[in-house]
């Protein structure tokens, strides 16, 4: 079978997947460009009578998309530094140290990992307010943080098992010590790793919804799943024609960002796994 | 040398700091909440020993609930896995347009559960939504079908839902656990003679199995508490028919002010978790030690 | 990957300046209120307010916070059991049972006097009266009217709205023959029960008889028939268990429902999308007797509140004027509350509006029960039970009441 006729079959095996998957971008983008008259307009049309981009501005200006954006980009990045700040030594020491509770502690993350959010939050709002980070950024960059958090040991330390110690042994002989070897030769073949480690925590916490829903109170620290979730909550009046142009804005940065990562990913993974 | 065995110590502890910090001391908040009578603003009043695990076992929605949690999550995990894997294949394999392919079946991930769920609901909304538009005029359909009007729609529904919206992370999984595959054994087995379906069986299953498994307890994990998906769908309705564990559990807390037992209802779930965990981890593990007795 | 790191360093530097950006450190009297998202004018409604009375008193602060409806009574809850109430706050009038049960709401007969009381019109101040105190003060009204399709309607030989549920089929039949909907029924989510009051009340039945649950009797049962009759005979749009209280209304606005019931903040929708659709008010049709459902939401202040003072002095020197409350009451669509408001000409001359208006004898509100939310849940749940055919009208409503009785006890 020739590459070509391989990818023929290929693309038409993942076509339905593909028509499902761009299906609901058609649909945002098609109702965000309609004039507000046309919206619930039947039979419904995929292309309105005009093709209205100031829906886009008007939607930036009235719904305050542009802190929300803020909001999440601050977030996701904190949430994702923080968890691997903490997840990177634990792996390490879960892949190269043998040490007493080392089982124990395994399950313990095992256990944190079977909790979700929406099963604890009563128990976490109460946590956050008493220390008054109700309303803070923090409070949902450390619950992002520590609910990533065994999920990030796993991953790395599934990775860091792969790269052979002989390396870091072979740096103690030239002289290195402890910490240089660590930093100078295992680090840099960790980083695929950690790139892709840091890529789930990017998305949970930028997608994120039922903690942000009860720690954040002002609009303008609204994480933008949870901005999007506040248009279409009004009991009295939903714009859909805004909801879409919020929708399709939240989720093309993110895809753009996915489509060069990707590439990124899959040289990464390569390099990683060079014996 | 005394240094070098408090090391891992010293590693893992502000790990588990964090985990202390901010899920274990919610967990006992939680236990604590589900043993007492707790008013809708968690006011804490008498204790109550198992009343409340008592009120959620004689109510009949939440029984309900229950299996059909485990409908919903057997039937999005089993069909996320079957379908996840020939497409992670495909994936893997070089094609003309593969970025391309790789970036759509992503494209899901870039988008916050919750705001599908709300596009979803749009385009399946009966009057005027985009899908039965479309069915209309490509002559599939001759009038409105109300995809969320009955339980005998709108469930499997937002199961396909849930299937497409976890093949993301799953393909992932499964990627990177094909690319960490060593190449030359496969080489070797195309030397040999072996066809591209025994080296599917022989070779690529096995060696993605713990990737697998790993895929399976994180989707159970994740699907089981699922909740934007339901909520924004059809919040359960009608009478109750579609609401799962965590849908239920969010309406006793938020809507009817029963924390306490919510909090009895989040430990059931807790525990129930717990236990699939345990036995998966077990049955996964006699299954390797058989395989080693077996070579 | 360099770029990324850097990118992530400098974005956890710009998180520490959002930090400690953070407010906190008010010198003076702040006072915290939290508003209902209403539509997007609400929270410029009541920074107009705040910064009105700021001025006049500047030793005081008010920050005002705009939450949606959907999450409002959960924000709420989770603030009081994490010791983070605001200072005041709009709610649903039925939740303040709740509220003065639990000493959450504080009384304010002490911070309103008679004379303000008095600017309220008797029947929207009752709901917020509770055992003869004074909890909240009502901040937004709606009665619900019938909205009707003039030309549909004209199309099939009607030149009048029906104002009986025998003239609705007779009118519904018509619009059916001609490939219309006829009346649009509401079938899932939030007030999906009351959807149904509407004709309990009309055929002569309440929510509660003799301290017992009342949507069982002869009238409720009656009522549930009616409904499912007409579902049966397609006089209304086809599965009613998918469509939501917009979804009814988008029915509207599409020019392709004879009849539905609603509230006057459809009026203003209609006007922006769908200005070609010719339609009129009603009174909601009759069965033995006429009947609206009447709902209020209310203002209230925090037992909690350590600034109850500013807190009450903001209510009746900025958020209860006339000049405010003309505002409110004209950008957000609702029925006046105050009846100097009420007699202003832009309300008395406007006939829709009257349409509502002249229901209010007959509103019927919300009982204040603990529990309300879970009972009318389960009002809802056995009606969508009924409308699919998974259950007799008499059985689904026998189990209902019989559900509602154990919690009253």
Known sequence: MSRLQKSAVYWLCLSPLAVVILLPYAVMLSTALKPRAEVLSFPPTWIGSELRFANFAEMWASTGFGPSLAASLIVSAAATVVCLLVAIPAAYALARLRFRGRTLYAQLLLITQMLSPIVLVIGIFRLMAAMGLVDQLWALVLTYGAFNLAFAVWMLQSYFSTIPKELEEAAWIDGATGLQSLTLVFLPMALPAVAVTSIFVFIYSWNEFVLALTLMRSPDKFTLPLKIFSLVGGAYRIDWEYVMAATFLASVPVAIVFSWLQRYLVRGLSVGSVK | ?295 | MKNLSRSLMAATAAMALVASAAPGSASAAEVRVVVAHYSDATQEIFRGMAADFMEANPEITVVIENVSWDNLQQRLTTDIAGGTAPDIAIIGTRWLVDYVANDIAEPLDACVTDEVKGRFIETFLAPSVIDGVTYGLPVAASARAMYYNIDLLAEVGYEEPPTTWDEVIEVATALKEAGHYGFGLQGKEIETDAYWYYALWSHGGDLFEDGASGIASEAAIEAASLYKAMIDEGLTQPDPTGFNRQDVEALLKQGRVGMILSGPWLRGQMAEEAPDVNYGIAAIPMGTEQATYGVTDSIMMFASSGVKEEACRFLTEAAFTDEWRREFTVREGFLPVFKSVAEDPAFADDPQLRAFTEMLPYARFAPLVPDWELMADTTSAALQNIYLGNAEPAAALEEAAARIDSLLQ
Not at chain 2, 84 to 104: C, E, K, N
């Open chain 2, 1 to 295: 040398m005394q240094r070098a065995t408090l090391l891992p110590y010293v590693m893992i502890l502000p790990s588990v700091a964090l985990a202390i910090w901010i899920i274990g001391y919610p967990i006992y908040d939680v236990a604590h909440t589900s043993l007492h009578d707790v008013n809708r603003f968690g006011q804490v009043r008498e204790f109550a020993g198992i009343a409340n695990f008592a009120a959620l076992w004689a109510d009949p929605i939440a029984i309900a609930s229950f299996w059909r949690t485990l409908i919903w999550t057997v039937a999005v995990v089993g069909g996320t896995i079957v379908v996840s894997v020939p497409i992670a294949l495909m994936l893997d394999d070089d094609f003309i347009g593969q970025g391309l392919a790789r970036v759509i079946v992503m494209l899901p991930w870039a988008v916050s559960l919750a705001m599908t769920a709300i596009v979803w609901r749009w385009t399946l909304n009966g009057q005027y939504g985009m899908l039965n538009a479309t069915l209309f005029n490509l002559g599939l359909l001759d009038g409105p079908v109300e995809w969320l009007a009955t339980a005998e729609v709108a469930f499997p529904v937002m199961i396909a839902i849930g299937i497409l919206v976890s093949i993301p992370f799953t393909v992932t999984v499964f990627l990177g656990g094909l690319a960490s595959l060593p190449r030359d054994i496969f080489e070797a087995a195309r030397i040999d003679g072996a066809t591209a379906w025994q080296r599917f069986t022989q070779l690529t299953l096995p060696l993605l199995r713990p990737f697998i498994n790993i895929a399976i307890v994180l989707n159970i994990i994740y699907v089981f508490n699922s909740f934007p998906i339901i909520w924004v769908l059809t919040q359960g309705d009608p009478a109750n028919s579609t609401d799962i564990l965590v849908t239920y559990l969010y309406k006793l807390a938020f809507r009817y002010g029963r924390l306490d037992v919510a909090a009895a209802m989040s430990l059931v779930m807790f525990a129930a978790l717990l236990a699939f965990t345990i036995v998966y981890a077990w049955m996964v593990m006699r299954g390797r030690q058989a395989e080693a007795a077996e070579t």
